[in-house]
């Protein structure tokens, strides 16, 4: 997450406090059926769920039941932390290549916020070089100051940006400058983190539906019975808070599997792994399972070793040079592993840019994608050797991308096809 020295994102650590216990009661609120992927999610009244301080709180929603089937299982949840608008472009009409291209993010304080910031840099000079973008892509960087980047993303709208492409600070606190911008006809993308505006267009993968999956294969692997210790994220923040409630979900519906507890890492390898080292000083029960809830999965196995334990069943949630590393070394201890890494999304981010400046329209503000990342089978494509379990990079597939250009295209209607390829 921000502000740790790791290799973590910053998704939704960016709401902790207020905004955190509105989320947590939200997760109340939903009851069982939000935290069941096979309960209740399909209702428009579960669909309309948002924190009541929300200022988008009466703006048009879509329900799940409006999603097409072919990508419907990655909205699952979704009401626990976002929220599905309607397309507020629908009338919108992007104007013509080429096209100024600004970006506007909290810090650059990790890889991952590096990371966004070099992908995106990239593609916008693939498409400087193809005539669509004009020359000067607007970086922005609000050292972590909210007000800062209102200010910021008011000055991109007067100084004529078309697209604003952003890792939003706040959930809610941009509202205002996003409605300012689409007044003025600029197109504002999330790159990542979901938010509750509704003329943003937010994409992203599903955080819950995502974790729950993830928990789903550890217990599998653990062949539904034995103990099971999370490796949880920073206390109150909204991406803990759901990943959290997925986890227990999971746990609720398998009788044979025994929580042990959780080891608050902060999402950084150096904090889960000492806090494990002292999780496993006051428990001696075998630790059958591991639940990662990002970059601590290794961590986690480490003290492990450290402790003359065997090694547990896993599930990584980043893709991470170490991650992947572990995952060649011990091919039959990895559940999962999931791909977040900041190239991919920054791509899928722009590439759902492209799409709209093209003309095609969202039929939802928020548009989920899966991460799926290597398999057992297929962990030696993404396996380099200069990667070990210390490796601070992210690993990345075969062709870079996680999902084909054509997975969007249910979720689009209308315009023309976009006449660039990209490369990641």
């Not at 579960?46 to 301080?53: F, I, R, V």
């Not at 973008?133 to 008011?154: H, V, Y």
């Not at 999330?190 to 819950?208: F, G």
């Not at 390898?269 to 000492?274: C, D, E, L, P, Y």
């Amino acid at each position: 997450m921000r502000r740790r020295i790791s290799a973590r994102r910053s998704r939704f650590q960016l709401a902790a406090g207020a905004i955190a216990v509105a989320m947590v009661a939200l997760l109340s609120a939903c009851g069982s059926g939000s935290n069941s992927p096979s309960a209740g999610s399909s209702s428009p009244a579960a669909a309309s769920s948002a924190p009541a301080s929300s200022p988008a709180a009466t703006a048009g929603t879509v329900p799940l039941s409006a999603i097409p089937s072919s990508v419907a299982a990655n909205y699952t949840g979704y009401q626990s932390f976002s929220k599905l608008y309607t397309d507020a472009y629908s009338n919108w009409t992007a104007p013509k290549a080429p096209w100024k291209f600004c970006f506007s993010i909290p810090d650059v304080n990790n890889s991952w916020a590096v990371g966004t910031q070099t992908e995106l840099t990239s593609l916008y000079k693939q498409l400087l070089a193809a005539k669509l973008a004009k020359p000067g892509f607007t970086i922005d960087i609000s050292n972590d100051n909210t007000a800062l980047q209102i200010s910021q993303t008011d000055s991109l709208v007067s100084s004529g940006c078309n697209v604003i492409l952003s890792v939003p600070g706040s959930p809610t606190a941009l509202c205002a400058a996003i409605t300012n911008a689409f007044q003025h006809g600029v197109l504002y993308v999330t790159d990542d983190t979901p938010i509750y505006c509704p003329q943003s267009i937010n994409v992203s993968l599903n955080v819950y539906q995502t974790m729950y999956t993830a928990a789903q294969a550890v217990v599998k692997a653990m062949d539904g019975k034995g103990n099971l210790l999370v490796e949880s994220g920073i206390a109150g923040a909204v991406d803990t808070a759901v990943k959290d409630s997925a986890v227990a979900a999971v746990v609720k519906a398998n009788p044979g599997v025994t929580s042990l507890g959780q080891v608050v890492g902060d999402f950084s390898s150096s904090v889960a792994q000492t806090g494990t080292a002292q999780f496993l000083a006051t428990h001696p029960q075998p630790v059958n399972g591991i639940v990662d809830l990002g970059g601590m999965g290794v961590a986690g196995e480490l003290a492990l070793q450290q402790a003359g334990r065997p090694l547990a069943k896993v599930n990584f949630y980043e893709a991470s040079c170490s991650e992947v590393a572990f995952q060649h070394q011990n091919p039959s201890n990895v559940a999962m592993d999931e791909d977040q890494g900041p190239g991919p999304a920054a791509y899928e981010t722009m590439a759902v840019a492209l799409r709209m400046l093209y003309g095609q329209h969202p039929i939802v503000s928020t548009l989920f994608y899966p991460i799926p990342g290597p398999t057992a089978t297929t962990v030696g494509q993404w396996f380099k050797p200069s990667m070990n379990i210390k490796s601070t990079c992210f690993a990345a597939s075969p062709n870079g991308r996680i999902i084909p250009d054509s997975y969007f295209n249910p979720l689009f209607s209308g315009g023309k096809q976009v006449s660039v390829q990209l490369n990641p």
